[in-house]
């Protein structure tokens, strides 16, 4: 049995760790962490958890959850986890974690949008975890920066397509709306019930922190830089992401040109569905799933191919393609703990 511990368990994220990794058979959760709840039993804060984790919220220790565990999940704030999964390195512990800290290769572009990194030495180790496009590397990683939501979201439906060459890298819009819970589970006016319901709102406009870790993909999958519009919007719903991406077409393409490239690209990718014609991805569809639904609409009138997908922003878009990573890294069925059914209704 594979031991576990979540580090910074009691955020979103972290909790939908726990709740994953608990109905997971191949492991034991051994340690949660959380300085706010330390001392506190887990299915305490989260009473749904009753019956399924009774493990007590500890102080985080370095050399005791490397005592305690094989694998590590870091669902910290950004800037906490370079300080400490160097640590965690040192004494030969596997680290998935769900911050930007180890997204980017390049050690600039994440200090013009995040802060000074601590820890650039692990930059080239660590590998990016977009489970479907990377996981020959992660199958030998040691260190996952698993990516944002927004940039899973994006990702998925454009890869298949820029390595196809079908479109135009330098025509590249993404309209993305994220449910409330992407904002995490720290207090925020903005988040607030009277402030979020009932209203539909972008954000960061063209500024957002995800930008540059799109366009660093991007560029790397294309061989050449490329630069998106990017603007994200909040929704009044718990949790979910619809991402709509508009780019111009390289040349003349068919529906069945494009259903191809995405069949051939994802073929044995359990947990990307590609809707029937007609069809496009809805957010109710996956909720609560690690799934990424993705649809395509040819414009052909305007030269333009609209790629629409949805994602759990929460699970795809977090804490299931971390549980994914670690399925890989250690050699199991990828889709271990992860085949829950969506809900019908």
Known sequence: MIRVGVVGATG???????????????????????????????????????????????EFDSDHICEKTDIIFMALPHKLPMEIVPGLIKQSKKVIDLSA???????????????????????????????????????????????????????????????SKLIDLNTIVADSKSGVSGAGRSLSLTTHFCE???????????????????????????????????????VPMTRGMLTTIYAELLKNVSYDDIINCFSSFYSGSPFIRICPEGKFPDTFHVHGTNYCNIGFKLDLRNN??????????????????????????????????????????
Do not use: W
Request: proline share 5%.
């Open 196 to 234: 979020a319901n009932e209203s539909f709102k972008a954000y960061k406009v063209a500024e957002h922190r995800h930008n540059p870790e799109m366009e660093e993909i991007l560029s790397l999958e294309s061989g050449q830089d490329v630069n998106i519009t990017f603007v994200p919007h909040l």
């Open 304 to 345: 333009r191919v609209i790629l629409i997908s949805a994602i759990d922003n929460l699970v795809k878009g977090a804490a299931g393609q971390a549980v994914q990573n670690m399925n890989i890294m250690l050699g199991l069925d990828e889709t271990k703990g992860l085949m829950n059914v969506p809900f019908p209704v």
């Open 101 to 163: 800290d180890f997204r980017f290769h390049d050690a600039a572009k994440y200090e013009a949008y995040y802060q000074q990194h601590t820890a650039k030495d692990l930059l080239g180790r660590a590998v990016y975890g977009l489970s479907e496009i990377y996981h020959e590397k992660i199958k030998n990683a040691d260190l996952i920066g698993n990516p944002g939501c927004y940039p899973t979201s994006v990702l998925l439906p454009l890869i298949p397509m820029l390595k």
């Open 12 to 58: 979103y994220a972290g909790a939908e760790l726990v709740r994953i990794l608990s109905g997971h058979p191949g492991v034991k959760l051994t340690i949660l962490t959380s300085r706010k709840y330390k001392g506190e039993k887990f299915d305490g804060i989260y009473p749904s958890m009753a019956g399924s984790v009774d493990l007590v919220c500890e």
